[in-house]
């Protein structure tokens, strides 16, 4: 702790031009540019400061005066890749006056072929989130909010619209569920490519698949209701 102060305080003794900044402007985007790449290949818990620090040429106090800590550097990193693909998501963005069932529909073709290849593409944001997924960080209620609960809210309104009730009755949460688990089977995952190396489905008719599949579900389900009003 002794020699991080001190390099620390060494670190803020440096000349700052403009009074702004450390005298190696490249310092941060460095300690950023490698926290990028580490992040994505081992996930938060795996990776120190000091590797970081390492890889970067940088000392440790740099870290802290940046960020303050590993968390506020993986924040960063986090933040970023979100900013990079939240104003892209394609799969929110039905055209403009579409029905309840266009609006899922397009939500399942665009998603399902997105999740597919995404580890071939190898999105920052998504890299990332596999990490999350198997060993949640602090960060995850915040980056939930930020990634997931858009499309979360997207499907719920256009599956309450065609159940005819309030996003909060359950039925709608069921129904997300149930879509979001078919569309999430098809992320890369190396265990099914070993157990069934022979498995193969064409992702385009998959999609319509669940597109058709998951609707036909959910009329079932409006249905069910309207028969249960005129009984009563």
Excluded at 28 to 51: C, H, K, M, P, Y
Excluded at 126 to 149: F, G, K, N, S, Y
Excluded at 150 to 159: E, F, G, H, K, V
Excluded at 202 to 220: K, P, T, Y
């Amino acid at each position: 702790m002794r020699r991080l102060r001190e390099e620390w305080r060494r670190e803020r003794r440096r000349p700052r031009p403009g009074g702004r900044r450390l005298r190696d402007p490249d310092t941060r985007e460095r300690i950023l540019r490698v926290a990028r790449q580490l992040f994505a290949e081992s996930g938060f818990r795996q990776v120190t400061v000091r590797d970081i620090s390492r890889e970067a040429s940088a000392n440790l106090a740099a870290v802290s005066y940046y960020f303050g800590d590993k968390l506020g550097l993986y924040k960063e990193v986090v933040d970023e890749a979100i900013g990079a693909v939240s104003g892209a998501d394609a799969t929110i963005r039905a055209p403009e006056g579409s029905s309840p069932e266009a609006r899922i529909r397009h939500y399942i073709r665009t998603y399902v072929p997105a999740v597919a290849t995404a580890e071939a593409r190898g999105v920052l944001i998504t890299r990332l989130m596999r990490h999350e997924m198997d060993e949640p960080t602090q960060l995850a209620p915040w980056i939930a909010e930020r990634i997931i609960m858009p499309r979360i809210q997207y499907l719920a309104t256009a599956i309450a619209e065609l159940l005819g009730c309030q996003v909060t009755d359950p039925r709608v949460g069921r129904c997300v569920v149930s879509i979001q688990s078919q569309c999430l089977f098809f992320l890369p995952n190396r265990f099914r490519k070993a157990a069934f190396p022979d498995w193969r489905e064409d992702i385009v008719h998959m999609a319509e698949h669940i597109a058709g599949f998951s609707l036909a579900g959910i009329r079932a389900l409006a249905g069910q209701a309207e028969k249960s009003r005129d009984g009563a």
